[in-house]
């Protein structure tokens, strides 16, 4: 779950449409057009966020906060079933399933010392290999096509979170201005990409319990977030 605070209300979006936006973001990816897995690369963008499906159906809170419990903060057993989970459901489509498995062991690169995360990243390796050893290519040619994984995985983390730190990955930027998500350099052929995404709404308040939360999600108010993706110049 992504949870956007405002001053007035507490705004939920869930894992699988944060990727889906990802994937219409990166539909006008210039440099993507070229690739010859382009679409097997574009399922892969559109699908990383499956496994957090049965997390985001039961969403819960922090008893010591009372905040809700999103996907940075979410217990490391939780993070940890997450992505077996989602690489298993595109094990029909190895490519997009090692770009996947490949994005988990990059995302959690900072606890390759923590002894609780070893058998994580051994398994999601272990994954990976077997699934792009089904193509006969190399994993030179898998990290180079995961570079769109993670840069549309940013795009869309920005916007959704409306974060204001800039985030990098490879060769690019990705910052917050005002309503616009600048990709810099840019990879979309000076083209503005209007997007949205839709959230559900609730107090800003503290919840005690996962029953509160439920509850308060239940008379939910839907709301829906616009903004534009944009090129920069490096």
Known sequence: MIVRTTPGSIQLITQPDHA?????????????AARPRRDVILRAIGEHDNGWMEED???RVNPTTGHIVDFIDAPAEVRQRVWPRGVARLAADPWAAALVAQHAITIFDRYRSDGTW????????????????????????????????????????CFCMGTTD????????????????????????????????????????????DSALRLALSKARPATLRGVITGGSA
């Open 118 to 157: 070893a058998s994580f990243f051994a398994e999601m390796e272990r994954r990976r290999d077997d699934l792009r050893g089904a193509s006969g290519l190399p994993l030179e040619e898998l990290l180079s096509d995961y570079v769109f994984v993670r840069l549309a995985d940013l795009i869309s983390l």
């Open 57 to 59: 159906a039961a969403p």
């Open 166 to 209: 800039e985030l990098r990955f490879d060769q690019s930027s990705v910052r917050l201005a005002g309503a616009q998500v600048v990709v810099t350099p840019d990879a979309f052929g000076g083209a503005e990409i209007p997007v949205e995404i839709g959230a559900r709404e609730i107090a800003n308040e503290r919840y005690d319990t």
């Open 20 to 32: 889906q936006l990802a994937r219409r973001v990166m539909e006008h990816c210039v440099p993507l």
